[in-house]
């Protein structure tokens, strides 16, 4: 079976200082694994994936993700914290043999972004 | 605007009282979901779907029906709702291919009293 571990609850951290949050998968196949991002009352929206290629991939408002297959992570950093980046974040993964595969997502972490 | 749409945002019910709550997306995806957020568990899949007609359980299908007549469509039914089924639910579509994210709609927050 596969899952996803998301080890802290909540990331503090101040304005303008690099981001880092954590997420470790769990999966039989070739990974694939995604980001997204979860604001107050709102649905959750894609971050950045990792199907292939490079380890480092960048997404959406200037955050980017590192894999690493020999530790089985893949966190999220941001160089420089805004405010506004203050929300739910939750990692997810997928086996990526072919076919329909589960989606299986962590329990998020919550990112503070203090002034 | 490509967009997975959800009705009602808020709804709060009785025990019993049977209730949809509807799903609908434009972009022509045939993966569709239905998932519940509980605090501390994430998101958990109910039910999905991989194209008009075809439909499987997810890990917390009890207490839940869905069908997909067609293809932008996919209810969530609960015949019977209990207040265990309290919860912040979320349907999401994608593309069939390999490698593509979801696209949440902006939930559905359920009181079952």
């Known amino acids: 079976a596969q899952s996803v571990a998301q080890p802290e609850d909540q990331v503090n951290v101040a304005e303008g200082n690099p981001l880092t949050v954590k997420c470790t998968y769990s999966?039989?196949?070739?990974?694939?694994l995604f980001w997204y991002v979860q604001y107050p009352n709102r649905g959750l929206q894609f971050l950045l994936k990792y199907i292939t290629g490079d380890n480092l991939v960048k997404g959406s408002y200037g955050f980017e993700a590192e894999f690493n297959k020999s530790q089985t992570s893949f966190h999220l950093k941001k160089p420089s914290a805004l405010v506004s980046d203050s929300a739910l974040y939750f990692c997810?993964?997928?086996?990526?043999?072919?076919?329909?595969?589960?989606?299986?997502f962590g329990t998020g972490t919550k990112l503070q972004v203090i002034p | 605007e490509a967009q997975v749409t959800q009705n009602p945002r808020y709804l709060i019910t009785v025990t019993g009282k049977k209730l949809t709550v509807t799903c609908s997306q434009n972009?022509?995806?045939?993966?569709m979901s239905w998932y519940r957020q509980d605090p501390g568990l994430g998101l958990r899949q109910i039910y999905y779907?991989?194209?008009?007609?075809?439909?499987d359980k997810g890990d917390v299908p009890e207490g839940y029906k869905v069908s997909r007549k067609e293809k932008r469509n996919f209810p969530l039914i609960l015949e019977s709702p209990s207040p265990n089924q309290t919860s912040l639910y979320f349907c999401?579509?994608?593309?069939?291919?390999?490698?593509?994210?979801?696209?949440f709609g902006s939930g559905t927050r359920l009181t079952v009293v």
């Open positions: 999401a579509s994608r593309p069939q291919g390999q490698g593509y994210g979801y696209t």
């Open positions: 779907s991989m194209n008009v007609e075809v439909t």
């Open positions: 997810a993964v997928r086996d990526g043999s072919g076919g329909y595969q589960k989606v299986t």
């Open positions: 972009m022509n995806h045939e993966y």
């Open positions: 999966v039989s196949g070739n990974p694939y």
